[in-house]
């Protein structure tokens, strides 16, 4: 059974027809990148999947008791609200102290405890923001544009970490992105949005559609040939995902 | 009369007993307000109930029921304002100052009934009887245990409201939780600090503590104290100085700040 499934989901907000009869699905173990330019609809989307949002007409299906690691797109924490991190590794529920610092160590953040959430710089944050989803023990990773504030190097290494963790723990991912070239190639399966679904299938299959380049131009499609080549021969080297500059526009 | 009542007898002794019981719901509900930047919505809910105390004696119910009845109103009716994408300082304002003026006015029209309107805009503690006591105590317990028994899923929803989604909660009825507690915390605190100054029992004992907490359990639990420590000042200054107590206690607490504000400028942030 598909662990979360929306069918025929169009979603009004705002008195504007944001989402159009969304068919999506995802499935144990898959990673789901969902691309689209600002206000297709792609936070909308994750928010209406989450339950957060109701849809105006159409369905959304969660498996019962399904586990979901959520990292927001952006999390500001009041300046009057203290928390430290180790506080925050507790929210919802209360972790034990060594659950915390091994979550911590697996994002590459060991030892930040005792800091303030405020206190850590952009790359942090986001390392907290998914040990925090991990101790859920999630079935699914959902990621709204998780690399925002990264630079090339650390979105590329962040996305590294994920492929990394889906091998590990054999959750599904699902990823809102706008690092196109970066995190393609790592997808089972590319869901290009724009209010609807323009089309849908592998990396590969979307950068040659045509709805896809209509969207993004066809720059992007040459920086995606780039990146599958020095993909080819590199699986393991750091510094090739940083290569490509933005194309996303 | 319950055991301890002879010494419940000294009005100031109840007075200050109201004022710790107070303390104890809008402590840790003052953090909560602060962290969701509610303080112009508390302080709307505060002003409707002037409205409410007006329509309790027009209809002969008790007080602390129209308050309530009304300061929830006020407060379901700006929030679902607020959901309809209506600005929410404007909302906010309409509400509030139209129900203090409405309040106001209503108030003026009842006839055979005087009332004391100072009494219920800057409070009157130290005519607190045993019933109003019982019942400020037990209207706190009802708040602290509502709070601590949520505690998880109000915080979560104060983090980020997908977040709470993702967990399996349900912010909005979270954001109910706070609105239902909020009422109740108004109309127990009318008698004690007044209509104007029951958003500064709110806000401020919560920003003192804010200097000295590294965590929100922290910084709920000083609120409390702190919003303690400034009845029992408020209260003690009026006893010796005659001045009057709600307004006394709210200037306790605003020195508790300052001090809690040099602290902070004092040493390493936290």
Partial sequence: MNLIRARGLSLRYGGRLVLEDVDFSIDRGEIVTIVGPN??????????????????????????????????????????????????????????????????????????EGRQMRALSGGQFQRVLLA?????????????????????????????????????????????????????????????????????????????????????????????????HEHDHDHNGAGEHAGGGRDAG | MPEGGAMLDDFVLRAVLAGVGLSLATGPLGAFVVWRRMAYFGDAMAHAAILGVALALGFSISVLAGTLVVTLAAGLAVAGLASRGQAMDTALGVVAHSALAFGLVAVSLLRGVRVDLAAFLFGDILTVGLAELWLTWGGAGLIVVLIVWRWAALLT??????????????????????????????????????????????????????????????????????????????VWASVIADTPAGPGIVVAATLIYLVSVLFSRFRAPV
């Fill in chain 1, 39 to 112: 206000g297709s609809g792609k936070s909308t989307l994750l928010r209406a999947l989450l339950g957060a949002l109701p849809p105006s007409r159409g369905v959304v299906e969660r498996r019962k008791g399904l586990r979901i690691g959520y990292v927001p797109q952006k999390l500001a924490i009041d300046a009057t609200l203290p928390m430290t991190v180790a506080r925050f590794l507790s929210v919802p529920f209360r972790q034990p102290p060594q659950r915390r610092a091994v979550a911590l160590a697996r994002v590459g953040a060991a030892g930040l």
């Fill in chain 2, 157 to 234: 929803a104060t983090v980020s409201e997908e977040l709470a989604w993702s967990a399996g909660m349900n912010p909005s009825r979270d954001r109910l939780v706070l609105i239902l507690t909020l009422a109740l915390v108004v109309a127990l605190a009318l008698k004690v600090v007044g209509a104007l100054l029951i958003a500064a029992m709110l806000i401020v004992p919560a920003a003192a503590a804010r200097g000295f907490s590294r965590t929100p359990e922290t910084m709920a639990a000083l609120a409390a104290v702190f919003g303690a420590g400034a009845s029992v000042a408020g």
């Fill in chain 1, 132 to 228: 925090r989803a991990l101790l859920a023990g999630p079935d699914i990773l959902i990621l709204d544009e998780p690399t925002q504030g990264l630079d090339q190097p650390g979105a590329a290494e962040f996305y590294r970490l994920i492929e990394e963790l889906r091998r590990e723990t054999g959750c599904a991912v699902l990823l809102v992105s706008h690092d196109l070239h970066v995190v393609m190639s790592a997808s089972d399966r590319v869901i290009c949005l724009n209010g609807h679904i323009c089309c849908e299938g592998s990396p590969q299959v979307v950068s040659a559609a045509p709805e896809y380049r209509a969207l993004f131009g066809p720059g992007t499609g040459g920086a995606l040939a780039l990146y599958r």
